[in-house]
């Protein structure tokens, strides 16, 4: 079963980023054993990369995309108790791909599910919609650590 919308303050309890690198807004559902999660990007021609990327016709990143889908994922497993306290680190992407633009106005839809986990590595599943559209997929593999 899913638990509630996750807004944006509480999101921060999890995740040490912050403007203007803390890429999600809301967790709209969570597994309650942290195996599935869906996060909300809004995205904004006020963010900074669209200065450069690109003039006159603004893209966002596609690192930055792939960044916004390890952040929903970190979000379910540091809202784990036994991983509170903890930082999600990348430990490597792969079969990543990018399908569509994403531009300001569009609200990306991210889709994360765990898709195994052995003793602090794990890896995940990851979906990035504008829509019903894919925008890009990757598989994220993750490193727990401590935060100190």
């Known amino acids: 079963m899913a638990e509630k919308v996750i807004e ?13 690198f803390l890429l999600v807004d809301r967790i709209l559902e969570l597994d309650e054993d942290g195996s599935r999660m869906v996060g909300l990007k809004n995205v904004s021609a006020n963010e900074p990369h669209f200065q450069g990327h690109f003039p006159g016709r603004p893209i966002m990143p596609g690192v930055l995309i792939i960044e916004a889908m390890a952040q929903v994922g970190a979000v379910g497993l540091l809202k784990q108790p036994e991983n509170q306290g903890k930082l999600a680190l990348f430990a490597g ?5 990018f399908r569509q633009m994403v531009v300001p106005g569009d609200q990306l839809r991210i889709e994360v599910k765990l898709l195994g986990r052995r003793g602090r590595i794990g890896r995940s599943e990851a979906k990035a919609y504008v829509g019903d559209k894919l925008a890009a997929e990757a598989e994220l593999v993750f490193a727990l650590t401590d935060m100190a």
Do not use: F
């Open 8 to 20: 944006n303050d509480e999101i921060q309890r999890y995740l040490p980023h912050r403007y203007p």
């Open 93 to 97: 992407i792969e079969k990543a791909r």
